[in-house]
């Protein structure tokens, strides 16, 4: 079975930058997608950034050249950069695994991301 692990969570500044880290245990079958989701209190689960086969990326226009989502496929994990951070992004914040038919997925537990003004 896949698990997904998520962690770098915290406290941060406005303004300031984080990095969240998703390790997956098990073997994920090509092709797949690795996405970053978060969820506000009071507010839908929302996709933050996409990193599909190859190096083809999506990102919500709300982080849209403030975060950036990579792939090291060698370690088996992905990262979500936040820079510049805002208020509103203060969420928890799913790692995601799914084949590109989205025949099967998988999510990870959350990792809270709190934004201090």
């Known amino acids: 079975q896949v698990h997904l692990v998520e962690s770098g969570g915290g406290l941060v500044q406005a303004g300031g930058s984080l990095t969240l880290s998703c390790e997956v245990s098990g073997i994920l079958t090509d092709p797949n997608v690795m996405s970053w989701y978060r969820q506000a209190p009071g507010k839908e689960r929302e996709l933050v950034a996409a990193?599909?086969?190859?190096?083809?990326?999506k990102y919500a226009d709300s982080v849209e050249g403030r975060f950036t989502i990579s792939r090291d496929i060698a370690a088996n994990a992905v990262y979500l950069q936040m820079n510049a951070v805002l208020d509103e992004d203060t969420a928890v914040y799913y790692c995601?695994?799914?084949?590109?038919?989205?025949?099967?997925?998988?999510w990870g537990q959350g990792t809270r991301v709190t934004v201090s003004s």
């Open positions: 995601n695994a799914r084949s590109l038919d989205a025949s099967w997925a998988y």
């Open positions: 990193a599909f086969t190859g190096r083809v990326t």
